[in-house]
Nanobody, 122 residues
């Protein structure tokens, strides 16, 4: 299983970015797919997740109303649309895949992408 995250970069506060997570070796429609982030000196933080059946999405409190997780089954890819970005959103963003049920627990994820860096300037 490989997860390839991309789309990070430098953006001004208030701007937008879309992250992508292309999966191979695992079908995104059969597993929980999630995004986490880790800022320097901080623990990994839950950002968003989508169930394998696509029926439910979940968000961390810090990003609710600003970020949207979605997927394209045909491309086997999960996206994270990030709007109204703030400097505190600066972090390395990781996508993960989980066969379990607790979407916000990073320990439940068994495969991770390499991370993509997002920097939001004020």
């Amino acid at each position: 299983v490989q997860l390839q995250a991309s789309g990070g970069g430098l953006v001004q506060a208030g701007g937008s970015l879309r992250l992508s997570c292309a999966a191979s070796g695992r079908t995104v429609s059969r597993y929980i797919m999630g995004w986490f982030r880790q800022a320097p000196g901080k623990e990994r933080e839950f950002v968003a997740a989508i169930l394998g059946n696509g029926m439910s999405t979940y968000y961390g409190d810090a990003v609710k109303g600003r970020f949207t997780i979605s997927r394209d089954i045909a491309k086997n890819t999960v996206y994270l649309q990030m709007n109204s970005l703030k400097p505190e959103d600066t972090a390395v963003y990781y996508c993960g895949s989980s066969p379990r049920v607790r979407v916000a627990w990073s320990s439940e994820y068994d495969y991770w992408g390499q991370g993509t860096e997002v920097t939001v300037s004020s």
